[in-house]
């Protein structure tokens, strides 16, 4: 089993930034990558970011790109997400996610099936 601790989140103006925290603990897996996607309310829940756990190669959401950045140190398993020139469009409920490697394992996993576990999401409000 992988258990993801998140924290980070909370309440902050427009232009403003915050810093998500996930830490893993994987027991028995290898990790492949580990990602962060959104849930708006009413809307469903939708890629971030995610970073390859080996080489470190990251990649984003067009709706993010040049303001956040992902980021993971391998020593304490975790993985970082640094938001700045937060929008209120921003506002959502964050999850950190989890993909395990496996000999099957290729490409950039975006897709919400691809991860097999999630965090418990930290909610993240932008005011303006």
């Known amino acids: 089993q992988v258990q993801l601790v998140e924290s980070g989140g909370g309440l ?10 996930c830490a893993a603990s994987s027991g028995s897996f ?3 990558a580990m990602g962060w996607f959104r849930q708006a309310p009413g809307k469903e829940r939708e890629f971030v970011a995610t970073i390859i756990w080996s080489g470190g ?3 984003y959401a067009d709706s993010v790109k040049g ?6 140190d391998n020593a ?6 640094q938001m700045n ?7 959502a409920v964050y999850y950190c996610a989890y ?3 496996s000999r099957l394992r290729l490409g950039v996993p975006m897709a919400r099936y691809e991860y097999a576990y999630w965090g418990q999401g930290t909610q993240v409000t932008v005011s303006s």
Do not use: H, M, W
Request: glycine share 6%.
């Open 12 to 21: 902050v103006q427009a232009g403003g930034s915050l810093r998500l925290s």
């Open 30 to 32: 290898s990790t492949y």
């Open 57 to 59: 190669k990251t990649y």
């Open 67 to 72: 303001r956040f950045t992902i980021s993971r």
């Open 76 to 81: 304490k398993n975790t993985v970082y997400l």
């Open 85 to 91: 020139s937060l929008k209120p469009e921003d506002t």
């Open 99 to 101: 993909c395990a490697a």
